[in-house]
Nanobody
Framework: QVQLVESGGGLVQPGGSLRLSCAAS????????MGWYRQAPGQERELVAF???????TYAESVKGRFTISRDNAKNTVYLQMSDLKPEDTAVYYC???????????????WGQGTQVTVSS
């Protein structure tokens, strides 16, 4: 069984920065796509940023120029660097990794447990 361990959330003032991390809890065979999503109270979960297996990135319009997604394949980890944070960025942030646990297994989406990001003065 694989778990995704998220860290880095917290309370920050508007204009501040945070870096989220998401790592697989054990050695795995391979990771394809990685993504960060967020869900604010009363709203649908939305895609924030996505990075493919070859490093191609996609961002939601609302975070372009402020957030950067990156990956460290050797550490099975995905990061989300968030800068110039705004109150509307407040949400629970979830990572999602599409990975194969063993060479013989099929690729499956795994979700992190979520980490709260609160932007407030």
């Amino acid at each position: 069984q694989v778990q995704l361990v998220e860290s880095g959330g917290g309370l920050v003032q508007p204009g501040g920065s945070l870096r989220l991390s998401c790592a697989a809890s054990r050695r795995i065979f391979s990771i394809d796509a990685m993504g960060w999503y967020r869900q604010a109270p009363g709203q649908e979960r939305e895609l924030v940023a996505f990075i493919s297996s070859i490093g191609v990135t996609t961002y939601a319009e609302s975070v372009k120029g402020r957030f950067t997604i990156s990956r460290d394949n050797a550490k099975n980890t995905v990061y989300l660097q968030m800068s110039d944070l705004k109150p509307e960025d407040t949400a629970v942030y979830y990572c999602k990794l599409n990975l194969r646990v063993e060479w013989s297994s099929r690729a499956i989406d795994y979700w992190g447990q979520g980490t709260q990001v609160t932007v407030s003065s």
